[in-house]
């Protein structure tokens, strides 16, 4: 081969390698839209997220916007319609998008070493309510109703024990957060509710958490728990960029090694670490959603125009 002909042959390589390069920029996002779901109050949640905003924009070289929704079920219907590219999700809000959206499930969270928690449902300690059967005729309150340890877990609890709550309970409320929830109990609004536990033994608890007078929190009695449920996660959308998507998932294993990154976490959403997740790991809680008699779809297209 000639020197002319090499020379144009290497031009050419280098200009389809340029437009290589422009395709790949121009398919990555010049914003990271980044979701959370509302486990508390919406505010504290952002509150809560913005050091880990900061690390994500510092890390990545580009703008990262968080979203929190105002219930669950809206931080699906935005990875449905492509708003979001990553968002943490319950195990619930989780198995519903697997079936709405693209997404793939990446990371899921650990406490204390292990990736699961549980449903408790709560009562005042001196209500005198001492067993699940003793809710009959009472008011209750679930959180939201995507919440995996605040609604599904629990309808599969009561489930079992042949509790129906629109035929057994005399009146049913909708706190839409854990916080709402452990007030709505300790202020007699309602005789019971459901919420989460990272024990269950009480010792790491939603009461625990909200409560900060350790006397409030002692007026709080956890009358049962669930199974173990598989823990909360990162989700990826599936049209994100692959080396991107990976870069995101190594941010947040360095976080889980780090003591700053860990009490970020902590703060977020009482996470100590995360852990490589499965789509398989939630099966568990697609039975759940069967056996509470909770079909997927209604959640979502309650909010779909």
């Known amino acids: 081969m000639c020197a002319k002909m090499k020379r144009c042959v290497g031009l050419w390589l280098l200009g389809l390698l340029a437009l290589m390069g422009c395709e790949r920029s121009a398919n990555a996002p010049q914003v990271l839209r980044v979701g959370f779901v ?20 510092d890390r990545l070289g580009m703008e990262v916007q968080p979203f929190v929704a105002t219930d669950y079920t809206g931080v699906v219907e935005a990875l449905r319609v492509n708003k979001l590219d990553i968002a943490f999700l319950t195990p619930a809000s989780y198995v519903l998008a697997r079936s709405e959206a693209n997404v793939k499930v990446v990371l899921k969270s650990e406490r204390k070493g292990s990736p ?3 449903a408790a449902i709560i009562t005042r300690a001196d209500s005198g309510i001492k067993r699940l059967e003793d809710l009959r005729g009472k008011t209750f309150a679930f959180g939201d109703p995507l919440s995996t340890s605040a609604n599904v877990f629990p309808r599969k609890m009561l489930s079992e024990r042949g509790i129906d709550p629109v035929r057994d309970f005399k009146r049913i409320l909708y706190s839409g957060g854990h916080d709402a929830t452990v007030l709505a109990v300790l202020h007699g609004k309602v005789d019971a509710g459901a919420t989460y536990a990272n024990s269950p033994d009480s010792q790491d608890s939603a009461w625990m958490r909200y409560l900060k007078d350790s006397e409030d929190a002692n007026k709080i009695h956890a009358i049962a728990y669930s199974e173990p449920i598989p823990a909360d ?7 994100l960029d692959e080396g991107l998507a990976r870069k995101i998932e190594e941010i947040f294993l ?3 090694r780090d003591p700053k990154g860990k009490k970020m976490l902590r703060d977020l959403y009482q996470i100590d670490g995360v852990v490589p997740a499965t789509d398989k790991d939630y099966d568990s809680v697609r039975e759940a959603f069967a056996v509470a ?5 209604q959640a979502l297209k309650k909010k779909q125009p």
Request: proline share 5%; net charge negative.
């Open 38 to 57: 509302p486990a508390e109050n919406a505010q504290q949640v952002i509150q809560n997220a913005q050091p880990i905003v900061d690390i994500l924009q």
């Open 116 to 118: 699961f928690y549980y």
């Open 233 to 239: 996660n990162l989700v990826i959308n599936g049209n």
């Open 254 to 256: 360095e976080m889980s």
């Open 293 to 297: 008699g909770i079909q997927l779809k």
